[in-house]
């Protein structure tokens, strides 16, 4: 035993207690007489106290020989502090050092290991296990335990069952790209790593398991961009003999309990909206619902006043920014210039102050008179003191241009508090989309969505409007979670591959044992999986979810701690069969 | 809502009820007037009863359309049964079916779906789906989560912190054969799936998480052997700032909970031996010790007696097999033959009954008198009624046969109860093996092993005799979980490498970052890693690991369920940059 008590927990009811601790220098103030050194472990800190007067001389100048980061082990007594720290958990007492052991020295560590450290993202990652020491990182893979634990003892007294579905699979082409896993035993033939366990967990269901979960790593070999990770971590789940009103409240009884138990937040009912209404109102969807400033569509009451821009545009659209009358010019043109950048791609905005007066005072008052205006601040909900801000052009275009700036102006306006949770549901998906580049439909979900049996007459006339029992849980802005019931019947599954274009042989070569296993009485099914990386990230109220992993790669798929990938031996090559390209 | 309720739950309580009921076919007994069906699912069979008198026309005919494995939903009033059945959960109800529809028609399966099946291995993996619906496996599913979630729950309650490693890391030629995954953004470069999340975990130390586990997949590309697996489940656990001590007790601790709360058995502290007393004692380092049969050497007590066999021979060992004197000659000659197989590869097998009378009687009396036979039922332990077997030659392979033999005489004797759970920890583990192929010597357990400090001083004269702080724990002649103290000092590590044969620069470019990191103040620790397959297949009493794992692979890599591996498309594989090598 190294130690009697952690770093965290002696307070005044220890005192005058022997202790051994051990830990690490977090710093240490050496005032000639007095030496006092805080010991740091994962649990918390405490202030260690060396006396000219009352400490061994040996071990005396041994403390001032520590440096920052050092192991060291101590034992002594706990005496109380005469300037207390109300702000820590060890506040009140001290250890009066009586021996010292170094464990470990340390090299000054390329950053300070501190909450706000001075190291930057590529040093921080080069030293993740320096990084782990500061306690954002540690605590948000603390908090992600948490939360892990909290889903698998709700799902499991829930009656759900966590399988271990394979890592080493079939290669799909359809989808996103595969990472692949070469067979030294199966020459030419190679694994792909799972995507995400869909099959198994259908095969699960035909299998009778009833209630199934996993959390599970996933891998999508994609160009990776920002806060996108080639392995990731679903919270990935399925039941039979259920509708999607079953899904709906199973998941969100999920949710909601999380939000209690991690954030001691209660919600409400979660909002459901249909996907078309909330392309309709937020040009986006995964809407960020913790502020309004919904979409006022413009088109009716902006056309045929001679303004060309408006007349030539297919769709117009404002939304009303509260409290944003006060705008300067400069303030402005600065939200014009953000929304012409090429990331945003607006061609240009129009603006509209409501002054406090009642008055309304455009940037394009030469066609439009209070009259007109006083119908803009109407449809977008605009209030004496709001802005209303305008963008025209092709429809989803637009959607997507004014759903950025809805989010920029949130921002700006600290309207997206992180300690306020809003999930909702959003409901009915379309079952495919067109794909402009292959001439072919795609699912928008995946091949094996249930098309809504009202909707299956269009299938052979019109199946881009085919609406699928598909459901996004959506928090804040992100999609956390997302599934469908799923196709139980073998015949509607190949009709549907064959809508997705799959040859017969096609279809067969690839999926072959789900149809086959469908023969052989599949139950109706359904389920859903949670992103838990960007969850966890959310609930932890941060943007990004690199903290949250503890080893994350960089955005070419590097881990530049442990420099992966690397190039292997030839002999290794060789054993399975493969030999590297030369581009020249 | 399919279903008011499961196939499991109604009993005399809802007679009266309505109620929905939703499952598969198990089997319908069709008396003309009257059709017997048991609907099963994952919670139970349900009996349902259609009656020609008092069920609707259609319903009854369509009724006797069902066949085996059909998905039906049932509604109906739930009535007591005439013939009541006390062997099932149900058995004191059935349901008088009022309204019958088909969710989904079945094939004829091809095995049948009851707890013995008439399917072969082969055919039960290429339709895992189906076989799942049967009881044993099922059941072996369930109770695989059920021991996953008392290991989280009881390692999080005791403070360990599950962090998910990375499955994209890098190959190391070290040890076992990796699999690897080519890198698409890193052109020429792998990825490699880990073996164990050792290092991760071992930095993870270093990063002051304190107390690490993970349930967690890992990977080896070697020959299979029956009962290996190419992915595996391992309980990766990892402490700092402990000696070999904490982490037997945290450990023992966690089995001792396992056993009460899954098999509801309480075991005493664990045995500790060496693993000198295990080589001598059972032949073996993961003995079986639910019964005796210890090995007793006989070198002294049988050389110089004009035996030519075994004064020839380095090592002369025997065990008392008990109750064994009845053996006709022909058992004995099958045993004999037994051990004469290439497996164990014995040349002979002498013996010696020690009858009820107290005479003893052997197969070479010609050297041996009373005298000497009743020195080796002394040593051996013999009793009368008992038969004492002793083999000869070389130490390690004779230890090796007879541990063989003994396991095989404890099964033929079922002495091996799979009910009975007999737990031990053996000690002291070399640090080093010598291998002859290569001729240099191989970590045992692996290059991070720390030898124990009072055998350092033989690092330059003596390696092999160097004993590490190594451990396993071993339960029913299983090696279940093995862990070993790290090395925490740059130095030694350095050292080590340099014993296995690592050039300065190998280990630099294998190991480099992690003894990069022991530079930042690596804090003393240890671990342990469980293996899940196995650890729940025996706490399932089940000898193989097959139906505890939902979807295994064949011996040959193969998941004959899926098809894979398989070939890819040469676009894949262009993207990749590599191409497959055709050898003639």
């Not at 009140?92 to 930057?120: H, K, R, W």
């Not at 030469?366 to 909900?381: C, P, R, S, Y």
């Not at 921002?411 to 998906?429: M, S």
């Not at 495919?432 to 269009?458: C, I, N, V």
């Given at each position: 035993m190294f130690r009697s008590y952690t770093c965290g927990e002696l307070n005044a009811s220890h005192i005058n207690q022997e202790v051994t601790l051990a830990g690490w220098v977090q710093k240490s103030r050496d005032k000639g007489f007095m030496i006092w050194i805080d010991l740091r472990d994962r649990y918390g800190i405490t202030q260690l106290i060396l006396d000219e007067n009352r400490t061994d001389k040996t071990i005396f100048e041994k403390a001032k020989s520590l440096g920052r980061e050092f192991v060291i082990q101590v034992k002594g007594t706990v005496i109380e502090r005469e300037s207390k720290n109300p702000n820590m958990a060890?506040?009140?007492?001290?250890?009066?050092?009586?021996?010292?052991?170094?464990?470990?020295?340390?090299?000054?560590?390329?950053?300070?290991?501190?909450?706000?450290?001075?190291?930057?993202?590529?040093?921080?990652?080069?030293?993740?296990?320096?990084?782990?020491?500061?306690?954002?990182?540690?605590?948000?893979?603390?908090?992600?335990?948490?939360?892990?634990?909290?889903?698998?003892?709700y799902l499991s007294n829930q009656g759900f069952c966590e399988v271990e579905t394979p890592y080493l699979i079939k290669s799909t082409p359809e989808g996103a790209r595969d990472f692949i896993v070469p067979s030294r035993m199966n020459e030419g033939q190679f694994y792909a790593l799972p995507q995400s366990p869909q099959t198994f967990k259908q095969l699960l269901m035909v299998g009778g398991m009833d209630k199934y979960f996993q959390i599970v790593k996933c891998f999508r070999d994609e160009d990776l961009r920002a806060d996108r990770q080639p392995e990731f971590t679903q919270i990935d789940c399925e039941m039979a003999f259920v509708e999607q009103e079953d899904i709906l409240n199973q998941f969100e009884g999920l949710t909601r309990h999380l939000l209690k138990e991690v954030k001691g937040i209660e919600v409400d009912k979660f909002p459901r909206i249909t996907y078309e209404y909330a392309m309709k109102t937020y040009g986006n969807d995964k809407p960020d619902i913790r502020f309004g400033m919904e979409f006022g569509e413009l088109n009716e009451v902006t056309k045929h006043k001679d303004f060309p821009v408006f007349n030539a545009a297919e769709f117009?659209?404002?939304?009303?920014?509260?409290?944003?009358?006060?705008?300067?010019?400069?303030?402005?043109?600065?939200?014009?210039?953000?929304?012409?950048?090429?990331?945003?791609?607006?061609?240009?905005?129009?603006?509209?102050?409501?002054?406090?007066?009642?008055?309304?005072?455009?940037?394009?008052?030469?066609?439009?008179?209070?009259?007109?205006?006083?119908?803009?601040?109407?449809?977008?909900?605009?209030?004496?003191g709001d802005m209303i801000f305008v963008l025209c052009g092709n429809t989803d275009k637009t959607r997507t241009?004014?759903?950025?700036?809805?989010?920029?102006?949130?921002?700006?306006?600290?309207?997206?508090?992180?300690?306020?949770?809003?999930?909702?549901?959003?409901?009915?998906?379309?079952?495919?989309?067109?794909?402009?580049?292959?001439?072919?439909?795609?699912?928008?979900?995946?091949?094996?969505?249930?098309?809504?049996?009202?909707?299956?007459?269009?299938?052979?006339?019109?199946?881009?409007?085919i609406r699928a029992n598909a459901y996004d849980m959506v928090l804040n802005g992100n999609e956390i979670g997302g599934g469908s019931i799923r196709i139980h019947d073998k015949d509607l599954q190949a009709r549907m591959f064959e809508l997705l274009g799959f040859s017969k042989e096609e279809a067969e070569n690839q999926f072959g044992f789900l149809m086959n296993a469908f023969q052989y009485g599949a139950p109706p099914h359904g389920g859903l999986a949670f992103g838990l990386d960007r969850l966890v990230a959310i609930l932890g109220g941060q943007e990004t979810i690199r903290d949250f992993i503890a080893f994350p790669k960089n955005n070419s798929g590097r881990d530049v701690m442990i420099d992966a990938p690397s190039t292997i031996d030839d002999k290794q090559l060789e054993e399975l069969n493969i030999s590297v390209v030369v581009n020249n």
């Open positions: 060890t506040g009140e007492i001290e250890i009066l050092v009586s021996e010292l052991t170094i464990l470990n020295e340390a090299q000054l560590p390329p950053f300070t290991i501190e909450d706000e450290t001075d190291g930057g993202e590529d040093i921080r990652m080069k030293y993740r296990y320096l990084d782990i020491r500061r306690n954002p990182v540690k605590n948000s893979l603390l908090f992600r335990h948490k939360v892990a634990m909290e889903v698998r003892n117009v659209v404002g939304i009303a920014a509260p409290g944003c009358a006060s705008y300067t010019r400069k303030e402005i043109d600065a939200l014009i210039d953000w929304v012409k950048r090429p990331q945003i791609g607006a061609t240009g905005m129009i603006y509209c102050k409501y002054e406090l007066d009642g008055s309304l005072k455009s940037s394009v008052d030469k066609f439009f008179d209070q009259e007109d205006l006083k119908k803009w601040a109407e449809i977008t909900g605009a209030k004496p241009q004014m759903s950025a700036l809805r989010m920029e102006l949130a921002t700006r306006l600290g309207l997206r508090n992180p300690n306020e949770f809003a999930p909702l549901w959003v409901l009915d998906f379309p079952l495919l989309e067109w794909d402009e580049e292959s001439g072919r439909y795609h699912a928008m979900h995946h091949p094996f969505t249930s098309p809504k049996p009202e909707d299956l007459h269009l299938i052979g006339t019109e199946p881009g409007k």
